[in-house]
């Protein structure tokens, strides 16, 4: 695998919410990202990043936890949930972050 993909990976992100998802989305390879879940008031939320490398496309869960009583938040990013030769459509991430959940919940 190449190691420019965003899988497996932990960061320490300074700010609110939407930091941890702005960090992802700063990356240039990372083509579009979204909250799944954002229930948690704390923003203990998760959701999925979708990556170019070459002419390949990933499709990424992440995880991000508040880390109080310290500041921000610790973003966690996961294994390669589908790649394709084209982009994903948002119907299809849909259904696959439903399998996704479904398998491991």
Known sequence: ???????????????????????????????????????????????WLMQKINNEYFLIPFFQENNWPRGGFTLTTGDILASSDS????????????DYEEMYS
């Open 1 to 47: 695998m190449l190691k420019s993909v965003l899988t497996n990976r932990e960061y320490q992100i300074k700010g609110n919410w939407y930091a941890p998802i702005k960090h992802l989305q700063d990356f240039k390879s990372v083509v579009l990202s979204d909250f799944w879940h954002t229930s948690s008031s704390a923003g203990d939320w998760d959701g």
């Open 87 to 98: 982009v994903f459509f948002r119907k299809d991430i849909n259904q696959i972050m439903l």
